[in-house]
């Protein structure tokens, strides 16, 4: 008798921001040490997972040609690497996965490592693993450094290279206004033009993450705003001077601050309220200084299983 075939999975992922990135020095497996702050994000991707089929992976939506659609996909080794991680590797030839792309492609908000986030997910339930989050988030570390945070979501403290997480207290939500710019940015690329910028002279770091955290138990956005900071903005500033003007201009529309999110080039700008992003947006949108401009709140939640 032929088993049966399980249904069809899918997983909804967020996006991330960094309110607060320092980086410190390279490590000798060339990987920077980090403290950082995430928070999950509205803005999400969705991924199907499907058996019984031939495998590959459907990309749609945000971006989605320029997602690779064979095994340079995060999504496609993060299967793979769930199903050798069970002592199972033929599984990963019989599943084929459909994702929906909603977040910006090299955008700085972990896209790939959300789709990673996402497959991995499907796959355990798929495959009626029933794995603890913390053991995916074992096998998401061997994928990339932020592929952890998009299973727990929520905002978490990180260090190591981003994927040593412990969840931070977060009262209320936050507004956000997200700009797109016309073309990602390469991680590695940017996180190369701060170690030369650090040799060349002495751009200013974020220091230490402290009142941030105390700003965002307190709820408030006025306290949380002016304590944003990425160390790895100039770099992104430096290979996209554009930036710039986008930065600018959405504190000019009413937002209380703005950020390059990671290693960017998406700004992420903290509204007062709901209200106020919309109007933000709109006016962000109006000001020709980016390709698309989206609201969101956080945090929200990590992956979790999307029912139709
Ligand atoms: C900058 C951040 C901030 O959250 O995210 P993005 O803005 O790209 O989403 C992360 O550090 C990116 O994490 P992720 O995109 O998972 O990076 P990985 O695949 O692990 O590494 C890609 C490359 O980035 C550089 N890298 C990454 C993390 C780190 N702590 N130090 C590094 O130097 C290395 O050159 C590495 O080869
Ligand atoms: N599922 C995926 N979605 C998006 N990009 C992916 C995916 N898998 C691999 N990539 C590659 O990863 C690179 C980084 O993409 P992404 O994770 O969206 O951005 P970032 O690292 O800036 O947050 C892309 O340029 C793309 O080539």
Known sequence: ???????????????KINLHLSVGDVRDDGYHELTTVFQALSLTDEVTALAGGDSGVEVSGEGARSVPKNEDNLAVRAVRALAEHVGRPE??????????????????????????????LACSILWGLDLHRDELAEVAATLGSDVPFALYGGTALGTGRGEQLVPVLSRHTFHWVLAFDQRGLSTPKVYGELDRLRE??????????????????SGDPHRLAPLLGNDLQAAAISLRPGLRRTLRAGVTAGALAGVVSGSGPTCAFLCSDADSALKVAAELAGAGVCRTVRVAHGPVPGARVHEE
């Open 91 to 120: 599984r990963a030839e019989r599943v084929r996965l459909v994702i929906r792309k909603g977040i910006p492609v090299a955008g700085g908000m972990a896209g790939g490592s959300a789709d990673a986030a996402g497959a991995l």
């Open 1 to 15: 008798m032929l088993a049966a075939v399980p249904p069809p999975v899918t997983v909804r992922v967020p996006s």
């Open 200 to 217: 060349a002279g002495d751009p200013p770091r974020v220091g230490a993450p402290e009142a941030l955290l105390e700003a965002l138990a």
